[in-house]
């Protein structure tokens, strides 16, 4: 993975700014970065682990996009996961709500059921 190649580098030699393009970057429809979904971005979580990072944004988002696919088990997962990676104040707050609305939208359905209402 590049981005880990890269840190690698930094971490053991001073990078500088340089006015001129050394590389490109292509993306294809087959490429891991297009097609790797959730699991491509689990991995790049691991590896900014790795390389010493708390993560708690990545974390967010993934659990964003759990949160988006009605997987709310695995939303709050990755909410939990992020709230204990120390986020700043404003990110805590939204995550707090999520943890909370991943329980609300679990029960919504059972509620509806036992209510008689009809379940959409």
Same mark, same amino acid.
């Given at each position: 993975m /590049?981005w /880990?190649?890269?840190?690698?580098? %930094?971490? =053991?030699? &001073? $990078?500088?700014?340089i006015p001129?393009t *050394?590389?490109? *970057?292509? +993306?294809?429809e087959?490429?891991?970065? +297009?097609? %790797? %979904?959730? =699991?491509r971005?689990e991995?790049? $979580?691991?590896? *900014?682990?790795?390389?010493g990072? #708390?993560? &708690? !944004?990545?974390?967010? =988002?993934? %659990?964003?996009?759990?949160?988006?696919h009605?997987?709310? !088990?695995?939303? #709050?997962?990755?909410f939990l996961?992020s709230?204990s #990676?120390r &986020? =700043?104040p404003?990110?805590?707050?939204?995550?707090?709500w *999520? $943890?909370?609305k991943?329980y !609300?939208i679990r029960? #919504? &359905? +059972?509620w509806?059921?036992?209510s008689?209402?009809?379940?959409?």
């Amino acid at each position: 993975m /590049d981005w /880990d190649l890269w840190i690698k580098i %930094g971490a =053991k030699f &001073p $990078i500088r700014f340089i006015p001129e393009t *050394l590389a490109a *970057l292509a +993306v294809f429809e087959t490429t891991k970065s +297009v097609t %790797g %979904g959730i =699991k491509r971005y689990e991995e790049i $979580i691991r590896m *900014l682990e790795r390389n010493g990072s #708390r993560a &708690p !944004l990545e974390y967010y =988002k993934a %659990g964003q996009w759990h949160y988006q696919h009605d997987n709310m !088990l695995q939303a #709050r997962r990755y909410f939990l996961i992020s709230l204990s #990676r120390r &986020p =700043k104040p404003h990110m805590r707050r939204e995550l707090l709500w *999520l $943890i909370f609305k991943t329980y !609300l939208i679990r029960a #919504r &359905p +059972v509620w509806r059921k036992m209510s008689g209402r009809p379940t959409a």
